[in-house]
């Protein structure tokens, strides 16, 4: 699974952060997904329980997919029976980027929207943006990581032809662009 961002606040807290442009990639079972993949991968075997970190699981997303008219949406797990928290520390939120109000979370909407930096209501991400989109070396960076995505995504396409099992290694490479060494590669990973 490849998160969109993920982050640790200074009170070990995480933060799973995807920005959805389809209702599909932002249902509810694919929060549960999310929440469960990192719960397993964030302890140790053999570790407590208890050493599960509070988590926050975040879908910003172009549609109110839960159709209430909100801005933003916590789901949280509570008792049925008596309406209490069932305190997991686990936090789900989807938050509906077409409301773009004066209140802080609307006008962060309507930054995640900005093309020009000098439309940007919130001075350290349009510097931010400025780094990235104007400035030499932010540029260069933004290239690199779109480059890598880039790779990424043409060995994934490549794992799932060699997967498929259809087409030699030679049409592979041919398809997805990568050199004949990488697709080898990627069987041998495979077989192993």
Do not use: W
């Amino acid at each position: 699974m490849r998160l969109d961002i993920f982050a640790t606040d200074q009170f070990n807290k995480k933060y799973n952060i995807e920005v959805q442009r389809s209702d599909r990639g932002a249902k509810a079972k694919r929060a549960r997904y999310h929440s469960s993949v990192i719960d397993a991968n964030i302890i140790a075997p053999g570790e407590e329980f208890e050493a599960l970190p509070e988590i926050y699981i975040i879908f910003i997303t172009e549609n109110d997919i839960l159709k209430r008219n909100l801005p933003i949406y916590h789901i949280n797990r509570m008792i049925s029976e008596t309406g209490e928290p069932f305190e997991d520390d686990t936090h789900i939120l989807y938050v509906n980027a077409k409301i773009k109000t004066e209140t802080e979370l609307g006008k962060l909407m309507h930054d995640f929207s900005c093309i020009d930096p000098n439309d940007i209501n919130y001075d350290v991400l349009a510097k931010r943006v400025r780094y990235f989109k104007e400035e030499k070396e932010g540029v260069d960076i933004m290239c690199k990581i779109m480059e890598d995505m880039i790779i990424e995504d043409r060995k994934e396409m490549a794992c799932r032809m060699l997967n498929d099992g259809i087409l030699s290694l030679e049409k592979i490479a041919e398809y997805t662009g990568l050199s004949i060494e990488e697709v080898k590669k990627l069987a041998d990973q495979k077989i192993a």
